[in-house]
């Protein structure tokens, strides 16, 4: 089945980075478009970053732009997120995803939570 499992979040101060990574299994992640998502208290979940399949493509949203990279490396089957220049309102659970566009599933990992605070 899949599986997606995030790891790498943390505690870190305002202006520090963090590196994510989301090990998958389960089906070809070669094949299949990859996400971040976060989720702050009290808000509704938002799309961070996108990466092709092949990694050839990426696209970020506004708030993250010039900050977050997201990076694959399908010979290992695990998506990365490098967050630098981190701010206060980047605190969040964060989560890997993936959907199926033949079935309309939609697979999330279980999160890994950032605290940017001094």
């Known amino acids: 089945q899949v599986q997606l499992v995030e790891s790498g979040g943390g505690l870190v101060q305002p202006g520090g980075s963090l590196r994510l990574s989301c090990a998958a299994s389960g089906f070809i992640f070669s094949r299949i478009a990859m996400s971040w998502y976060r989720q702050a208290p009290g808000k509704a979940r938002e799309l961070v970053a996108t990466?092709?399949?092949?990694?050839?493509?990426?696209t970020y949203a506004d708030s993250v732009k010039g900050r977050f990279t997201i990076s694959r490396d399908n010979a290992k089957n695990t998506v990365y997120l490098q967050m630098n220049s981190l701010k206060p309102e980047d605190t969040a659970v964060y989560y890997c995803f993936r959907d199926d566009v033949f079935t309309g599933r939609l697979y999330w990992g279980q999160g890994t939570q950032v605290t940017v605070s001094s």
């Open positions: 990466i092709s399949a092949a990694g050839s493509s990426t």
